[in-house]
């Protein structure tokens, strides 16, 4: 079992500021199962209520107490404050580490403080939230794994300080994590919403809690027999397995109860070698319903062509909507939240539908535009459209919008494909964003499958009509600094399905904008937002203009010393890489921006030879910075 740290990590000191704190021991119940009930500072013998503040303290006494073997740990109250959790139950082995997908995935989406629970087998995310009330237990549907979620809850939290390895180090507002969540598992175990109602009275949050023997005493001999039966080496495991999950869909269990009672007996280690339990589930109870039968007895059977066929095929030429960023076909736009993707796509909206240009000098081919701009009021976007066109441009009709539309699965797909086929010349239908559209996700979908069945219908819809759909999203707090399609929030099922990605992103260096797709060659060009006019600009390559920036600090430092500089002196003195200083230094070289003296010894090419002066002359690294940081004060 994990101790309390002494010393709290960094995220979370603010929390100890907050007069917030009780102490905990280690007990057991009637039924002889270990509890934590918390305790007052003041009063160590007595229980503290988490409805009560005169019954917390301070953050340095609740350290004390433990540090005096007084409690076994020290923890926050979450009442009414603004400080929320997710608890990840039994999704870690104690002795390995090892942590269970569903966990893992979990903590990458909220991107926040994450510590390891007092039992060593449990995971706590810890952030910021001041959405309404929520205390729930929610099952993790597929897996025997569950999570409790608490915002504004009245009850306490452990701290333990014991972080979990790579995760967020500061405590990041999760509001939307905890909604998102909650509605997904809502909808994946068949619950009805209740966010502010706790659960207490049926801890899986969803159905009655039946023990294993009551769920087992609902199927007949033969079944359980089935069900208890140890596995044969030469018999179908797979087979026996749906037979199993048929049956007992038929006799009228729900999803979590199959889960349940197939992973609590060795039927369920028939699915110990890798096989997708919830989905089998599904296809199971599709069978049950007829529709497997009715889809398969729909589908066409598959058209075979031939390569010479395909020869003698001819094919229009791919269409740009912006010359060599978006074209026909599906695009996902993703950036951090307030970095300014609805401007960008506003602004190429604006342009196609007017013919004009958009970043700068890229010129737009004319055509129709339908904007969903499902963020936004009618008041906002119009501010914004003025920002954009300024006061004396003529609005275009070829501009189309809608601050409302149906999500994918609920007419959505439909109501875009009719605007296509009623436009004169559809050329761009612009989706900002996609959370306010995606289809809801599925009973015991896998999150990949969900986040690429949001993007395939639009994809489907681009490609049967040569239109260009662009899907405005997020990127996660965190991502990959070697593949940028891997800071998409979500899963890579989201930019797998789409044709193309843009990621327009933000660092030291400035703003970026980077692509590639199937018809798309990669492409990163550096943009700048004019603040005045709200659009943007490209620079011009990302690598050229970084590039430009480490020459002009080169030329710099040689303009400012009055003796050749070695590479590493240059390096030294502009603060770069000193490969990168010598590969420059070869390119400047060769069109003559620095002057070559000797071996390994570089100029500026305007350098004229002052007069002798040794009392000027710069004759080390430490003469340079002294007199490029101004010399003297006096």
Not at 290 to 315: T, Y
Not at 592 to 608: C, I, T
């Amino acid at each position: 079992m994990s101790p309390p740290s002494q010393n709290l990590p960094e995220a979370l000191v603010p929390l100890t500021a907050k007069s917030r704190w009780v102490v905990w021991r280690w007990e057991k119940n009637d039924k002889g199962k270990l509890t934590k009930p918390p305790y007052r500072l003041d009063a160590p013998s007595r229980k503290a209520s988490s409805t009560n503040n005169t019954e917390w303290g301070e953050y340095e006494a609740a350290r004390l107490a433990v540090e005096k073997g007084n409690a076994d740990g020290i923890g926050f109250v979450l009442t009414d404050s603004e400080t929320a959790a997710f608890d990840l139950d039994d999704c870690r082995n104690s002795s390995t580490g090892v942590v269970e997908d569903w966990a893992l995935r979990l903590v990458d989406r909220c991107a926040s403080y994450t510590e390891i629970t007092p039992s060593g087998t449990g995971l706590r995310v810890i952030g910021r939230a001041k959405g309404e009330k929520v205390h729930r237990k929610l099952h993790i549907p597929g897996t025997g794994g569950s999570l409790e979620v608490y915002r504004k809850a009245e009850r306490y939290i452990t701290i333990t300080g014991n972080v979990f390895p790579g995760c967020w180090p500061s405590l990041a507002n999760i509001d939307e994590e905890i909604d998102e969540i909650v509605s997904e598992l809502d909808r994946a175990n068949g619950s009805k919403p209740n966010g502010a109602a706790k659960q207490e009275s049926q801890p899986n949050g969803h159905e009655p809690d039946l023990s294993e023997e009551e769920l087992l005493a609902r199927c007949g001999a033969a079944l359980r027999k089935l069900i208890r039966s140890e596995p044969d080496p030469f018999e179908d495991r797979s087979a026996v397995a749906f037979s199993v999950l048929n049956s007992l869909i038929a006799k009228g269990f729900t999803d979590t109860q199959v889960t349940a009672v197939v992973m609590a007996n060795p039927i369920g280690r028939r699915y110990a070698d890798g096989k997708d339990l919830a989905a089998d589930i599904r296809r199971a109870r599709a069978k049950s319903d007829g529709s497997e039968r009715a889809e398969r007895n729909n589908k066409q059977p598959p058209r075979i062509a031939s390569a010479a066929d395909l020869r003698r095929k001819v094919f229009p030429n791919l269409r740009y909507i912006v010359p060599g960023l978006i074209a026909e076909g599906c695009t996902l736009l993703a950036g951090r939240p307030k970095l300014g993707k609805s401007w960008l796509m506003l602004d190429i909206g604006l342009a196609v539908a007017a013919g004009r240009f958009c970043l700068g000098e890229t010129r737009c081919e004319q055509g129709d535009v339908l904007y969903l701009a499902l963020e936004d009021n009618e008041r906002r976007l119009q501010r914004r459209i003025e920002k954009v066109l300024g006061a004396f441009v003529e609005w275009p009709e070829a501009f189309e919008y809608a601050t409302e539309w149906p999500r994918a699965n609920e007419g959505g797909i439909e109501a875009i494909r009719n605007w296509v086929t009623a436009a004169k010349n559809p050329r761009l239908v612009v989706v900002d964003v996609l959370m306010m559209f995606r289809p809801a996700r599925g009973r015991n979908d896998h999150q990949y499958e969900a986040d690429y069945n949001a993007i395939k219908g639009l994809q489907t819809l681009a490609g049967e009509f040569n239109v260009a759909i662009v899907i405005v999203h997020h990127t996660r707090k965190s991502g990959s600094d070697v593949d940028p399609f891997e800071k998409v929030s979500g899963t890579l099922g989201l930019s797998g399905a789409a044709d193309a990605a843009l990621i327009l992103d933000r660092d030291g260096n400035g703003a970026t904008l980077y692509g590639r797709g199937r018809d798309v060659e990669e492409v990163e060009v550096a943009v700048e937002f004019d603040k005045a006019t709200c659009r943007w600009i490209i620079l011009g390559s990302a690598a050229e203009v970084r590039r430009t920036d480490e020459r002009s600090l080169i030329l710099t430092a040689l303009r400012e010393s009055k003796e050749p500089m070695s590479p590493t002196e240059i390096a030294d003195a502009t603060l770069m890489s000193n490969q990168n200083v010598r590969q420059l230094l070869i390119k400047m070289v060769k069109v003559s921006e620095v002057r070559k003296l000797g071996r390994a010894r570089y100029q500026h090419p305007d350098h004229n030879p002052p007069p002798d002066h040794n009392d000027h002359k710069i004759t080390n690294l430490d003469d340079y910075r002294h007199a490029r940081d101004g010399g003297d004060d006096e």
